[in-house]
Structure formats: structure tokens, C-alpha cells
């Protein structure tokens, strides 16, 4: 039965309480889906037509499927699908264009594919970028300039959430001198309680998220 | 702490928040139901929802030994079924061969039991039963020579 997972890992599988996890990967996503997007909802639609319920199922079908293998020796179930969901919500983050995008079709040549190209990228018209690009590198050039764009925004958010408030400077300008992104080292570096940091950390996100949402509804 | 990474680039800085920002979290239940509804989703009917999707794939997921056995079993009956091994057998001997299996399959006493009536089946059962047998000690036998091996 080479298809057949270790009984062990199917058992444990079989036995968790997907109800109880479920909510909370759902929770995560939110959490994290939420410096990217600001606004996030049932109806909210994600770059590819999915919605966050979708991401969260997608993850946890395909490791009950053993499309995805976790592995019991190298860390507990919950922390492995969260890793998952970054994954998820990272590439669709970083996939073309914004919530009312279509994704541009590769193999679709000719008119659609140029438009597009010419449209996002302002490059002027589109008889002379036909004979002078290659279509790939350009929507690969256009994919990190998205990238880059996508950190710079999130970035932004963040120092804007931190203006006039000392403590949410001292975070970042800790993060910005390679202490480690964990609240026990910010505490370490800083000379303050965990339980101040944590609070801090948690005030410095709400107010980016914030910040987000107002760029996302321009 | 190890040898500080001083962020080099946008993307570096940006992953540093949103990993910092996953640190603090939603933990707890009551945590998690606060931020589900304040998105407005509803916790019990998400709850409900997510294990339901479970059970259904894990009921037909290939790593479902019983799934992935009654696949094997179809391929290896298509097989057994093709190599005719109860073809030419008399039903005393089809009926001799089962219990003889019966009794390697000694791990099994819940198989022994429910064929003991041998003698009331039909022929069309009891040939179906051999090939099922003859499935199950065979992979016995393979998982035996494998733990040797």
C-alpha cells in the first residue's frame, strides 16, 4: 500500500479537531490577510477569484489528501498549516494585479496580452512594444516591480502607524537593526517587559492595518 | 541571538513585520471568535463547515488505508482473477484452499469466524473469498519479507 500514509500520521490526521483549527487558520488568515488587503470580509475577493475560506480549505484538503505531507517529526500540525497559509496568501498577494484584476493569461497571444502590458505599464502604444519586448520578461519585470511595490506599501503602512508614538518607533528602528522579529529579543534589545512589547507590537499592526485599508479605498 | 540580519531591501522589512505581526497572533478560542466575527464571519458556522469538509475528504483521501486497500484489492483481483487461480479448482478444493489461508491469516480470528459456514456458500462466493485470501496473505507475506529484509 504504497499510497497509504503512516498509520500514525493518518491517525492523528483522523483525530484532530478540524472544527477547533479550522477557525483558527481561518483567524490567521485574517490576521494576515489584513496587512495586505486592509479590508477583509466573507465577500472579499483575492487576487485569482479566491476568497480566504477558499485558502484555508484549499491548504487543509490537500493534507488530508497527502498532496501535502506533513511531517509529525518536525513540528506540531497547527504551526506547519499556518506555514502553508503564508504561502498562499504570499504568492496571491504577490500574483497579478489587485482585488478587481483579471490575471493575464500567458498563452493567450495578441490583443489581450498586449493591452494589458501597455495599459498597467503606461509604455506607450502598443504596435511598438509588440516588436520590441519579449512578453514574459516583461510580465516577469512587471512581477517584481509588484513585489517591491507590495513590500513598499506594507512598509509604509507601518511607519505611518508608528508617527509620534515613541514606543512604536523604538520597534521599528529595532526590526530596521536586525533584532530578531520575535517579541522576547525586541524585549531583550529594548529594556522593556514582553508583555509591553507584545501590546506595542499589537498596537503598531492595528493602526497599519488601518492604514492599509484607507490606501485600499484610496 | 544570532549574528544580527540587518534588512536589506523592502521585501526583507516587509516579511520582518508581518513575521513580528504573526508572533502576537490570535491564541486563544475566544481571541480566535472575536477576530472571525469582527470580519463577519460566523465561528460556529465556519467551525461546522470546516469539519464536515474534513470528514468527507478524509472518508475518500488516498491516504485512507481502507481506500488505497480497496484499490489495491481491485488491481490485485483484476490480477488474480486474470492468472485463473480458482479456474479447474473443485469446490472441495476452493473450500480446503480458504481454510488453509484461513489458518496463516491467524492474526486475523475476526476473518476465521465470519467464514466459518463455508460449506453453505455459494461457489461464485467462495471463489470471490479465495481471491480476497489470497490478496491478504500474499501481502502478509510481502510485509514479512520486507521486515526480514
Known amino acids: ?218 | 541571538m544570532d549574528e544580527r540580519k540587518y534588512p536589506q531591501t523592502y521585501q526583507e522589512l516587509a516579511k520582518a513585520f508581518l513575521e513580528l505581526f504573526d508572533e502576537t497572533g490570535p491564541h486563544d478560542l475566544e481571541e480566535v471568535d472575536a477576530i472571525l466575527l469582527e470580519a463577519g464571519f460566523d465561528p460556529k458556522e465556519i467551525g461546522a463547515r470546516f469539519r464536515a469538509m474534513a470528514e468527507q475528504t478524509l472518508s475518500i483521501s488516498p491516504l485512507n488505508w481502507r481506500v488505497s486497500a480497496a484499490r489495491d484489492l481491485q488491481t490485485e483481483r483484476s490480477h488474480i482473477e486474470g492468472a485463473g487461480i480458482t479456474k479447474g479448482l473443485s469446490r472441495d478444493d476452493i473450500i480446503s484452499r480458504i481454510q488453509g489461508l484461513l489458518t496463516e491469516l491467524a492474526s486475523a480470528p475476526r476473518l476465521a469466524t465470519a467464514h466459518r459456514n463455508l460449506e453453505r456458500a455459494s461457489d461464485e462466493d467462495l471463489g470471490s473469498l479465495l481471491d480476497e485470501l489470497e490478496y491478504l496473505t500474499s501481502h502478509q507475506r510481502r510485509s514479512s519479507d520486507y521486515d526480514e529484509g
Open chain 1, 1 to 218: 500500500m504504497r499510497d497509504a500514509l503512516d498509520p500514525k500520521v493518518y491517525k492523528q490526521l483522523l483525530e484532530a479537531d478540524w472544527e477547533d483549527i479550522g477557525k483558527r487558520l481561518l483567524a490567521f488568515a485574517i490576521w494576515r490577510a489584513q496587512m495586505y488587503w486592509g479590508f477583509i470580509n466573507p465577500e472579499t475577493v483575492l487576487p485569482k477569484g479566491f476568497g480566504l475560506e477558499d485558502v484555508v480549505q484549499k491548504v487543509i484538503e490537500k493534507t488530508l489528501r497527502g498532496q501535502r505531507r506533513w511531517d509529525p517529526e518536525k513540528g506540531a500540525l497547527e504551526p506547519w498549516l499556518k506555514d502553508q497559509i503564508k504561502s498562499e496568501l504570499d504568492a496571491l498577494a504577490k500574483s497579478w494585479g489587485a482585488k478587481h484584476e483579471q490575471p493575464v493569461k500567458l498563452d493567450d497571444h495578441g490583443e489581450e496580452l498586449w493591452d494589458k502590458i501597455a495599459a498597467a505599464t503606461h509604455e506607450g502604444d502598443k504596435e511598438q512594444t509588440s516588436h520590441t519586448a519579449n512578453p514574459e520578461a516583461l510580465l516577469e519585470e512587471k512581477e517584481i516591480h509588484k513585489e517591491e511595490e507590495l513590500a513598499s506599501r506594507l512598509v509604509s503602512a507601518v511607519y505611518e502607524a508608528s508617527e509620534g508614538i515613541p514606543e512604536l518607533v523604538d520597534i521599528i528602528d529595532a526590526v530596521q537593526n536586525g533584532v530578531e522579529f520575535k517579541p522576547r529579543y525586541l524585549a531583550d534589545e529594548l529594556g522593556v517587559p514582553i508583555s509591553e512589547i507584545y501590546n506595542s507590537v499589537r498596537r503598531l499592526r492595528r493602526r497599519a492595518v488601518s492604514a492599509r485599508k484607507d490606501i485600499e479605498n484610496g
